[in-house]
């Protein structure tokens, strides 16, 4: 019998090895793909390429798909910041046509994630008709903590028609049904095509522009963001999907809040499956030393001028997690 949900991926080059260890990682979850295929959506990917994936990792229950290149393509007028994030984001925006119908369910996974436990109940929540269901953005915890960021993540939130942090979420992690997306994210794309002037996280900012007022609030533990783990509650919490956000990524950085914790996994990776080593570009030390500096950098300032704020976030979010009725 055809399964009911799926669970999405769009990767370009630079984010397929990262892509390929969720994938992998699903696959130790029987339950999980008794339920749901895994669908790997590609973006400028040679056909050279898409046969040495389909080579190395043939019998997996995984399935690699092209988009189309006229899908992605952006026209000159549209501010996107290359360096912000990858094209292959925005894919996502593109890909209503091209799910099959056959899927009902949909669970849609950013590359730059770990899975620590069982995400199972993710995987069979049936987000209702014309709603998504996504994991609060952690900046609701910076309203009132002081600095300069709140200010400007207020005015950028208002151009948006969102009126409280708590209405903004991450798009890393986000659930619906194949019919929902179909129209809401052509509406999305749209958006942000002719307002990329106030979507300061491109896809992110047009999709919470979309569906404000239609979403299912997720608990953070199946998206727990940097911004989250960086208070070091992951002991009482305990996440089931991490996320990586930020540059300093941990397949390539030893930066907190990861501290390397999952370097070796990575690496090890790249020995079971070498064809994953030929897809991006290493790093030079100088250039992670500069995005380690960065980060070491606002940390310090941060505790030099607001030290209260850990701790307050911590109790905003341990407040939040024992108050809040969570689809999910």
């Given at each position: ?40 959506y ?19 229950p ?40 056959d ?33 609060n ?107 990586f ?21 990575y ?13 991006a ?37 341990l407040?939040?997690?024992a ?6």
């Amino acid at each position: 019998m055809t399964k009911r949900n799926a669970i999405i991926f769009t990767t370009d080059a630079g984010f397929m090895m990262p892509t390929m260890s969720v994938a992998l990682q699903l696959l130790t979850q029987p339950e999980v793909i008794a339920r749901a295929d895994i669908l790997i959506y590609l973006v400028d990917i040679t056909a050279s390429q898409k046969q040495r994936l389909d080579e190395s990792f043939a019998g997996l229950p995984l399935t690699f798909i092209d988009i189309p290149a006229d899908l992605i393509a952006l026209p000159d007028s549209v501010r996107f910041n290359r360096t912000h994030v990858p094209r292959s984001t925005l894919a996502r925006l593109s890909l209503g046509a091209l799910i099959p119908r056959d899927y009902v369910h949909i669970l849609y996974l950013d590359g730059d994630i770990q899975v620590l436990g069982d995400i199972l109940p993710l995987v069979t929540h049936e987000v209702a008709e014309g709603s998504i269901a996504a994991v609060n953005e952690a900046v609701w915890m910076y309203e009132g903590d002081g600095g300069k960021y709140w200010p400007m993540m207020k005015a950028y939130l208002a151009g948006l028609g969102i009126g409280s942090p708590r209405d903004y979420f991450n798009a890393g992690v986000l659930a619906f049904r194949r019919s929902t997306w179909e129209q809401a994210s052509a509406e999305a794309l749209d958006f942000f095509l002719h307002r990329s002037d106030i979507c300061l996280f491109h896809d992110q900012s047009a999709l919470n522009a979309i569906f404000n007022g239609r979403r299912e609030i997720l608990s953070p533990v199946y998206n727990y963001s940097s911004g989250y783990a960086d208070l070091g509650l992951d002991g009482k919490l305990a996440p089931r999907l991490v996320h990586f956000t930020g540059a300093a990524k941990p397949w390539f950085s030893r930066c907190r809040p990861w501290n390397g914790r999952f370097l070796p996994h990575y690496a090890n990776l790249i020995r079971r499956y070498p064809v994953l080593a030929t897809f991006a570009a290493a790093r030079t030390p100088a250039q992670i030393a500069s995005i380690e500096r960065e980060v070491a950098t606002r940390r310090r300032r941060m505790m030099l001028t607001t030290p209260w704020r850990p701790a307050l976030r911590r109790r905003k979010l341990l407040r939040y997690m024992a108050t809040e009725a969570f689809a999910c």
